[in-house]
């Protein structure tokens, strides 16, 4: 068997030609491999991304829940402030009128001291 160039140039050709297969095959089995993974990874932080939302979404929940009982809506301060206001309007009006019966009593009294 005589060795000829082109029997050499054929070996070589067929080596590189298996490395070359055999780099892609485990370049392929490595994508595979890192598909998977990232799969997983984003599956586990989808179940914690869930998780938080739900949690966050009940911290937001008890706090509207418990807002009111230490703050007051603008709403309902102005509709308070008004009943105040008109609470002290009767009242005024009370001791507006109380007045004029004190000074008509005075001034009753005063003329009777006088006869």
């Known amino acids: 068997m005589e060795i000829t160039i082109n029997w050499i140039f054929g070996i070589i050709v067929t080596c590189a030609g298996g490395f070359i297969t055999w780099s892609l095959k ?3 089995g490595q994508l595979q491999n ?3 993974e990232t799969r997983r990874i984003i599956e586990e932080h989808s179940a ?4 938080n939302t739900k949690q966050i979404t009940l911290k937001i929940e008890r706090l509207e829940e418990r807002l009111p ?3 007051t809506l603008k709403d309902d301060f102005y509709r308070e402030i008004n009943k105040l206001d008109s609470k002290l309007d009767y009242i005024r009006e009370d001791i507006t009128e109380l007045n004029k019966n004190v ?7 005063e003329q009777i001291l006088k006869n």
């Open 103 to 109: 000074s008509s009593l005075i001034a009753l009294q």
């Open 69 to 71: 009982e230490k703050y």
């Open 26 to 28: 485990n370049l392929y």
């Open 34 to 36: 890192d598909k998977a």
């Open 48 to 51: 914690e991304t869930k998780e």
